[in-house]
């Protein structure tokens, strides 16, 4: 009977101690917990990162670049609906919003801009037939995605509405201003500065970041734009009716 207890406690001692040593913070569950929100939040970004790296400025290459993040996650496996949500939205977006300007900057020919415009009703397509889905309304999903900001919810919510009703008619084929965007500053004139009449347009020979309405885009080099003035370090050039201002360095007019 005494050896029976005793061998009992060193047991229990033994179990007790594996016990503790199993229960150590290094052996706690690690991962990320992995939800139909992180996946499309994980999708945007990718997408998203995709784009702001890019630095084509043909329309079809651009899409092909877009096309390489789904297929890269294939490749793994890792291409949940809920990412495939989040990355189709953010390529939706952001294709849509490039497109005026891209298919006029001489670097995409009529066909390959008609390819554009098909593959962006596709991609529209997909992503709202993937929102049906999981019973996203429009709120829920660009929450989901992480689009806070008060004017890229608008405007996207105001596109979708625009694709549902237009389908290929809804997309805008070359530059305007942005509903509800900001007023064309007024031009500091002085005399250092010289008028838009006297250059006409500039060419980007880097590429640089611009606070549009709906958030903060890239334009890339080689991109040609409406001069409207130029001043001492800066040069005042129009995107989308808008007026923006851009280092002079960032232009052909620094050579």
């Not at 070359?174 to 005399?191: A, D």
């Amino acid at each position: 009977m005494k050896t029976f207890v005793a061998s009992l406690a060193a047991f229990t001692i033994l179990f007790g101690g594996v016990v503790a040593y199993c229960q150590t913070p290094l052996d706690a569950p690690g991962e990320k917990k992995v939800t139909v929100a992180s996946e499309i939040e994980r999708g945007r970004s990718e997408m998203a990162d995709a784009a702001i790296k890019s630095h084509t400025l043909n329309l079809l290459a651009y899409e092909v670049e877009h096309d390489e993040v789904i297929e890269r996650n294939k490749a793994k496996n890792t291409d949940s609906d809920g990412f495939l949500l989040g990355a189709l939205l953010e390529q939706w977006i952001f294709v849509d919003q490039m497109y005026p300007t891209m298919a006029s900057n001489g670097f995409t020919n009529k066909e390959g801009a008609k390819l554009v415009r098909e593959s962006l009703v596709e991609h529209f397509r997909r992503f709202r037939d993937l929102q049906k889905k999981f019973a996203l309304d429009d709120d829920a999903l660009l929450d989901a995605a992480g689009i806070k900001k008060s004017e890229g919810r608008t405007r996207t919510k105001q596109r979708i509405a625009e694709y549902e009703a237009k389908g290929l008619d809804a997309i805008i084929t070359s530059p305007r201003r942005v509903e509800n965007g900001p007023t064309p500053q007024t031009p500091t004139i002085s005399s250092s500065s010289v008028r838009a009449s006297e250059l006409g347009v500039v060419t980007l020979t880097q590429r640089v970041s611009i606070n549009v309405p709906y958030g903060v885009i890239g334009l890339n080099a080689g991109l040609r734009l409406k001069l409207v003035s130029r001043a001492a370090t800066t040069a005042r050039v129009q995107y989308e009716g808008a007026d923006y201002d851009i280092p002079l360095s960032s232009t052909d007019l620094a050579k």
